[in-house]
């Protein structure tokens, strides 16, 4: 998935790699995260779940994302998912 307004800095799926979390840096130096679930209907796509608001630096982004993703915090200690 590309953005125009941002670069992925970091990508984390699920266990069951059906959702995953895009960390963005934008272009105006601010971070965000977007929250996607994979979805079928005849064919599989990502489908977005939530966006968050701005953060100054990676790690508020990653805490914030933490706090709102239940499964979030254990796959960055143990990043399996992660490209």
């Given at each position: 998935?590309?953005?125009?307004?941002?670069?992925?800095?970091?990508?984390v799926?699920?266990?069951?790699?059906?959702?995953?979390?895009?960390?963005l840096?934008r272009h105006?130096?601010?971070?965000?995260?977007?929250?996607?679930?994979?979805?079928?209907?005849?064919?599989?796509?990502?489908?977005p779940t939530?966006?968050?608001g701005l953060?100054a630096?990676?790690?508020?982004?990653?805490?914030?994302a933490i706090?709102e993703?239940?499964?979030?915090g254990?796959?960055?200690?143990?990043?399996k998912?992660t490209?």
């Amino acid at each position: 998935m590309a953005y125009l307004h941002a670069e992925i800095v970091r990508e984390v799926l699920s266990a069951d790699k059906k959702a995953k979390v895009a960390f963005l840096k934008r272009h105006d130096g601010f971070y965000e995260f977007r929250g996607y679930v994979e979805r079928v209907e005849g064919k599989s796509y990502w489908s977005p779940t939530r966006n968050s608001g701005l953060y100054a630096t990676i790690e508020e982004t990653e805490q914030s994302a933490i706090m709102e993703i239940p499964w979030l915090g254990e796959e960055l200690r143990n990043p399996k998912g992660t490209s």
